[in-house]
Structures are given as C-alpha cells and as structure tokens.
C-alpha cells in the first residue's frame, strides 16, 4: 500500500495525523481572537482531555495515530543539518522584519536542544519579553520605544489542532495548501518539512499544489468521493482559481487516478467556511448536509480539456439537477441526503455552527461526532449509522469538528 492511499471518505480509516492541542490555546486573548479566527477562549485543560479522548476511540478502532510534533520533531531529529533552514523560514513567515529581532528570536529558539519542547514552542507563539532583555535594551530603536513587552513577536498557531485544513490527503498524494488567511499559512510549513525530509515520506508522495502558488485552498473543502471523482467546495477558504490549478495538476499526472472533479460553491460565510463544515459521506449510500445550503448550492463539472497536448486546457460545466441525483449519476448508486438535526430551521443552524455536520468516517456506516449535536446524532442512529461521541464543550469553540481535526494519510482500498 502507497505511504499516501486515501481514495474515498468512508472506506475503514488506518492512519491518521492530529496535533494536541497545547500552549497556544493560552496565548489567545479577547483581543486576538477576531485575528486568530477563534470565536472564544477554550479551556485547555478540558479541550486537551477532549483531544485525548478523540484519539482513543480511534486508536480502540484500530487507527494508527501520529501527531503532527512528533514528525516534525522526528524530521528535525533525523535531519539536524535542516533545523536553522527551518527556523529561519519560521522567523520569516511569521513576519518578523526588524533585523535585531530577526537575530534575537533565531537566537533564542536555537537554546532549545530537545527538538520536541523546540516545535511546540514555535507553535505556541513567541512574545517581545521572552528575548534577551540585556541584547534588546543595549541599543534602543524606535521599534523598542513603541512595543510592549507583551506583544508577540511571533504569534501563536491556535487553529493547529485542526491538521484537515493545511494539507489534503488525495489518492495517492497530497495539496500542500497555501491557506485563506495569513493567520494559518505558517501551519503549513511543517507538513512541508515533514514530506520533504521525513523518511517515511521523503521522495515517496505525490504534490498536486504547492503552499507557494497565489490562489488559496484548504483541506476542509476536499472531499475524496471514490478512486475517480473528487469534491472541492469554492467557499469562505478555497478560490474558483486554486481548483482549476489543482485539475490541471491532477489531470496530467499519470499516476493520479482521479478523471472528474465536482466544484461545489457554497455560501460565503464564517458559518460555513468550508464544504467538509455543511455536507459529508458517512456511508456508502448515505451524506448529511445542512439544508441551508440548499437555496444557493452550484455544483460544477471540470474534467480534461480536449486538447491532449495541453496542459491548461479543461472543459468545466454547471449541472443543474438536485445534488442527490448528482450524488447518484456521479457514484453510481441510490442515496440518501440526511439534513443536519433533521431540517429543523432553529435546531439545524445551532448544531451545524457545532459541528452537527463534520463528522470523521472511520468505516461505512460508522462515525466519530460531537456529543452536543444530540439531535442530529439521533437522526443518524435512526438511519442505521454507529455513531461514536465525543465530548465537545472546547475543541468546539475553536469551529471545527472530528472531521476538521483528522488528516487521513491510510485508508484500506
């Protein structure tokens, strides 16, 4: 089996990629919260217990488990000659263009030897009065004079925990994402370390986008519907642009099976910032959806051009047809549209701003949710799905669910 083989969202799960949340949930403040794209303040001592008991229902189901810092923090350690590359592109990223700080952050990142404690301090934010007081206060600027102590001069990475969004798992490769807002682009630094560098990946996996191009894409709208159909919602995070980039990327790779991809535009809104947050497959035959959607969904068709010898040519339509018989024409079966808390107006637009309809497949039928959306939940095991609850009063404050805070890298064929 390729390092890399997700061709579907449902078929049973067997490795997985999360990151714990950690100090950077501390970091947050009223004031950053708009910036950081958090809606309020998790505890992290709840939301960390939460992670932990996600984790464990997938590992009691037989899902290999990796954390996004303990790969990046095996690449490092596996490839020392790459740490000060890496820090000087973190440094970079994060926007640090003071020369005195550029040097004194390096500096002070480099006294951390345990590469673990090194990666999450890099996540967790840097602030002004952790660098060398005596270095700083030697030579004042203008820049000193006007900087609090407590300002960051790095910020920390709160939205982490969601490791669906700076990469997507597609086939047998990956879409090293450039992401919506420059809050998040940074995340993605490390999943381009860990696919260059890391044994288990290193020369092995497939790019169809690369976190350097212009237009913006994130993972929670790329859905892996069957080997040769794949769904991309245009949203609040992803572009009309990134999709025909990505097309065309697939669409000449010889190796990439995928010969259709539906581009489903959805409304653009924090509510439903990307497709994975208002519609996913949690069956063969069966999809929940949030019914707001419905009013203002346009799905589209690209395929390749037909120009052989080109590589930017393709042939893009809209289907007019509801989006179950597309489902149906496109998968080649009967199904089943589930609204979430059952269609109900009030109900469906509470749970789905919870998570009501991000759930994580973890094999045909079975799904890891959010133990809040109660009435959802209900409709599902009504359908005949085995639903596995989580508890959810913090991670959910962060707006993502199961979904959003797993990265497939295995799934059985």
């Not at 061709?7 to 799960?13: A, G, Q, R, V």
């Not at 403040?29 to 998790?42: A, E, K, N, V």
């Not at 929940?288 to 010898?309: A, C, K, R, S, W």
Request: charged content about 30%; proline content about 4%; aromatic content about 8%.
């Amino acid at each position: 089996m390729s390092i890399i083989n997700v061709t579907s969202e449902i078929k049973p799960l067997k490795e997985v990629l999360v990151h714990r949340p950690g100090k950077e949930l501390l970091n947050l403040t009223p004031d950053t919260l708009q910036r950081l794209l958090f809606d309020d303040i998790p505890f992290l001592k709840v939301a960390q217990a939460e992670h932990d008991e996600f984790v464990q229902i997938l590992r009691d189901n037989g899902i290999k488990v990796f954390y996004l810092e303990d790969l990046m923090a095996e690449t490092l350690d596996l490839n020392p000659e790459i740490k000060e590359k890496f820090l000087k592109q973190f440094i970079k990223e994060a926007g640090v263009t003071t020369p005195k700080y550029r040097d004194l952050l390096f500096e002070y990142l480099m006294t951390y030897e345990d590469n673990k404690e090194f990666v999450l301090k890099t996540m967790e934010g840097i602030k002004i009065s952790e660098l060398d007081r005596e270095k700083r206060v030697m030579e004042k600027s203008l820049v000193d004079l006007v900087t609090e102590e407590t300002s960051f001069i790095a910020d920390p990475m709160p939205n982490l925990y969601f490791t669906r969004d700076p990469f997507a798992s597609i086939g047998n490769g990956i879409s090293l994402n450039k992401m919506y807002s420059v809050t998040r682009c940074r995340e993605t630094i490390y999943a381009e370390y860990i696919f260059n560098y890391h044994p288990k990946f290193k020369g092995q996996v497939e790019k169809y986008f690369d976190r350097y191009n212009d237009c913006h894409i994130e993972g929670g709208d790329v859905l892996n519907l069957n080997d040769h159909v794949l769904a991309i919602g245009i949203s609040q995070r992803t572009e009309a642009a990134a999709i025909d980039l990505i097309a065309k990327n697939i669409f000449k790779n010889p190796n990439c099976k995928i010969d259709t991809i539906l581009a489903f535009n959805i409304p653009n809104s924090r509510a439903f910032m990307h497709l994975d947050t208002v519609f996913t497959q949690i069956d063969v035959d069966k999809f929940t959806y949030h019914p707001g959607i419905m009013d203002t969904l346009q799905v589209f068709e690209i395929t390749e051009g037909d120009d052989p010898n080109s590589d930017e040519d393709l042939n893009v339509k809209e289907i007019n047809d509801s989006l179950e018989n597309i489902l149906e024409t496109y998968l080649g079966r009967e199904i089943t549209l589930i609204p979430c808390a059952g269609g109900d107006k009030i109900s469906a637009e509470r749970e789905q701003w919870n998570d009501g309809t991000n759930t994580l497949c973890i094999a045909p039928g079975t799904v890891v949710v959010y133990n809040r959306n109660n009435i959802t939940n209900e409709i599902l095991r009504e359908h005949g799905i085995k639903v596995l609850e989580m508890s959810s009063a913090e991670l959910s404050r962060g707006r993502g669910g199961p979904r959003c805070m797993s990265m497939p890298l295995v799934r059985e064929d």
